[in-house]
């Protein structure tokens, strides 16, 4: 329950412009009388059939733009017209006249949003600096999501850094009434993980789920290749920006244009694999797109990278935040507004090693008396380190232990780790934040195979709260746009009902069904191609550590003296085979020092 709030009300809003861009409209739209207002961040792709819908209704329009459909759908149906909406938002919808406060953020997570309730005030925003920034009580640290942090690179899913600023969780809907000072929380729309079981129990042959796949990777890339505004794809060489590329040429008027970032003098290259750059020169020039090829690391990373280990109040404790903001740079020096990005088959797929190497362990143990399961699963949590690089074995034990929970990719620092960084009184606070499956915003479900339910731990919160919370703060720093035509909702649904026969290929490489449209249309030079990952980060370039002193900061930073951090803590992180360790702790000590600085 919150005080009642009296004050005055204040709402600000930026417009990127990629919707309507040839109307000027004022913002944040309300009604003339003043009784209804929205702020709304984000893009709603089925905007045109929802408008044309609306004025059957009777609604009238005064513009072209996704805004005023939004708008006039909550005026009309309320917050159940979410239902209807295909696209990604943070919003906040007044309606004066029920004295409600509504917060929403779509299902997936693509667009966060932050919200404080205090003592007679509520302030939310798309990110969580502004509200330290005015909020009347001091900020206090969280230190259980720090701790999660250094664990899963995020903080816990709903949560920030700071004691009482919240995330809202995908697909979540928060409802203040400040009249009776009642807050309630909703989930507008569930996913059916199980939605199409029914043609995967027919045994459809691979063509059958080829053409099943084109259809919905068709209409979601058509919905979310922008038509007003200029965008650039990236190619990274993968799989997955390979493909959206491969639908882009196929669906798109536009002149294609693609960018591909590279972090180091020689491109990573493995075996017989085309490197990076041989792998996506090969498919631009297949598919006719112009690429542009540029060096991240330029004179701006160093910058960059210290800005953005300074506002890690969202608990991203990933330098993919600067890796994603670098490419929107480039986007917005070549003109565009939109940069198209490949994320979630990885997620959804089993495209990471790490988790196809957990389905293989777990399909070796199956028949393992459960005492014997139980066995391996203690050793495992006690003592990561002999488990081998991957640390198959720590994430199968995850998955078997309850509650079952995935381990993630960005799982980060195993427990023997985290013993010797935390606190005894914190280390267990962390512990499965991420990968649990949850009932909110699911529909029930009754049997998912391994694969399947490794990506339903991604799903739940590894994209809302880590992946899409990631890009979506490195992009919108350079005023960019990002679009991930993999997370429309029915692509999916589609991606957790395929059963692992087409998930997984006989030679164990992951996205099966999404390289078998690589092979045919591409060429098998890319679709055998593994995965490489992300560009080597910055920082661990020689000399740069030096260059934004890491070192000194971590080392005169006056947050490892607090109780949750082992006397020990910067003995351990710095030594070697630990680095990893080093960027979150710059991270959390350059945040620390922002917020005295935003606090003065």
Not at 52 to 70: A, M, N, P, W, Y
Not at 297 to 309: C, F, P, R, S, T
Not at 344 to 368: C, S, W
């Amino acid at each position: 329950n919150v005080s009642k709030i009296n004050g005055p009300l204040h709402i600000f809003n930026n417009r990127l412009s990629i919707v309507g861009v040839n109307k000027e409209i004022e913002l944040p739209m309300r009604s003339a009388d003043g009784s209804h207002l929205l702020s709304f961040n984000g893009e709603i792709y089925n905007y045109k059939k929802l408008r044309q819908q609306l004025i059957l209704k009777g609604c009238r329009f005064t513009s072209e733009t996704d805004t005023e459909v939004l708008y006039n759908g909550l005026l009309s149906s309320g917050i159940n017209y979410l239902k209807h909406l295909d696209g990604m938002w943070g919003f906040a919808f007044i309606d004066q006249n029920k004295k409600n406060i509504y917060l929403s953020r779509d299902v997936l997570g693509e667009k966060p949003l932050y919200y404080y309730i205090g003592k007679k005030e509520l302030i939310f925003c798309s990110e969580v600096a502004p509200i330290i920034a005015i909020m009347k009580d001091n900020p206090e640290w969280n230190y259980d999501a720090i701790v999660c942090s250094f664990q899963y690179r995020s903080a816990p899913p709903g949560e920030t850094l700071i004691k009482g600023i919240k995330r809202l969780h995908g697909g979540e809907t928060l409802t203040i009434n400040y009249k009776y000072s009642h807050v309630s929380s909703s989930f507008h729309k569930k996913i059916n993980v199980e939605k199409w079981k029914w043609f995967f129990d027919k045994k459809p042959s691979i063509e059958e789920v080829m053409e099943l796949y084109n259809q919905e990777i068709s209409a979601s890339c058509s919905l979310r290749f922008p038509s007003e505004v200029g965008f650039v794809t990236t190619l990274s060489g993968g799989i997955d920006s390979t493909l959206i590329n491969l639908m882009l040429s196929k669906y798109s008027s536009h002149n294609l244009h693609a960018i591909h970032g590279t972090s180091s003098l020689i491109s990573p290259k493995r075996g017989n694999d085309l490197s990076e750059i041989e792998a996506a020169r090969f498919t631009a020039k297949k598919l006719g797109i112009d690429l542009t090829e540029f060096f991240m690391y330029d004179k701006d990373a160093l910058v960059i990278h210290e800005q953005e280990a300074s506002d890690c109040f969202d608990g991203i404790f990933c330098e993919g935040a600067a890796s994603f903001r670098i490419l929107a740079k480039k986007a917005r020096e070549l003109g565009k507004k939109v940069l198209v990005l490949s994320d979630g088959p990885d997620e959804l797929l089993n495209g990471y090693d790490v988790d196809l190497h957990t389905n293989k362990i777990a399909k070796r143990m199956q028949n393992f008396s459960d005492e014997k399961k139980k066995c391996i699963q203690e050793l495992s949590f006690k003592r990561s380190s002999w488990l081998g690089k991957s640390q198959g074995m720590l994430n199968w034990a995850y998955l078997n232990s309850k509650p079952s929970a995935t381990r993630p990719n960005h799982g980060g620092s195993p427990p023997d780790i985290m013993s010797e960084l935390i606190t005894e009184e914190y280390q267990k606070s962390a512990f499965k934040k991420y990968g649990v499956s949850k009932d909110i915003g699911l529909s029930p479900y009754n049997e998912l195979d391994f694969s399947q339910s490794i990506s339903l731990g991604y799903l739940q919160s590894s994209l809302p709260d880590y992946v899409n919370t990631r890009s979506d703060r490195g992009t919108m720093k350079e005023s960019i746009e990002a679009r991930l035509p993999f997370l429309s909702v029915p692509i999916v649904e589609l991606s957790m009902s395929t059963p692992e026969k087409f998930r997984i290929d006989k030679e164990g490489r992951g996205k099966n069904i999404l390289r078998e449209f690589v092979r045919k249309d591409i060429g098998e030079s890319i679709s055998k191609r593994g995965k490489y990952g992300f560009a080597a980060p910055f920082w661990m370039m020689p000399g740069n550590q030096n260059k934004i002193g890491m070192h000194d900061v971590i080392n005169s930073s006056p947050i490892f003296e607090e109780g949750v951090f082992q006397a020990a803590f910067k003995d351990i992180i710095f030594k070697p085979g630990n680095e990893r360790l080093i960027w979150m702790a710059y991270s959390i000590a350059m945040t620390s020092s922002s917020l005295s600085k935003i606090r003065k």
